[in-house]
């Protein structure tokens, strides 16, 4: 979903549609692009982010920033967290795509 407006709902019908997705039997895959990680907190606690992000990173495209690559994954895969609701994995996002957005 790709519309910079804040408050309009963007973050809350992808989560739930993504939920809604994976109860109607639907692999899918929620991809928060977005560095305000509101979809990644909705799905995931906030020590376990803390933890994937340590161990196999978070959004890829992330690695291009100097700053993230030193947490970047061996594998590309190893970024998406399986199962954070039936049938759904999560690529989680980071505070510091905004320096990756912006700069
Ligand atoms: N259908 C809805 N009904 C009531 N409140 C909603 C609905 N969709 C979103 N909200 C609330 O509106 C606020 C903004 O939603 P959010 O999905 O975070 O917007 P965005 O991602 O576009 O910034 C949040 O507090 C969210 O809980
Ligand atoms: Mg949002």
Known sequence: MCQSKSGVGKTAISVNF?????????????????????????????????????QYGTMPPCS???????????????????????NVDLVPSHISLFSWIWT
């Open 18 to 54: 993504a939920a809604y997705c994976g109860r109607e039997g639907m692999r899918t895959l929620l991809v928060d692009c977005d560095p305000q990680t509101n979809a990644t907190f909705s799905c995931i606690r906030g020590e376990d982010w803390v933890e994937h992000a340590k």
């Open 64 to 86: 291009g920033a100097e700053h993230c690559r030193r947490d970047q994954p061996q594998r590309r895969e190893d970024v998406i967290k399986k199962g954070v609701f039936k």
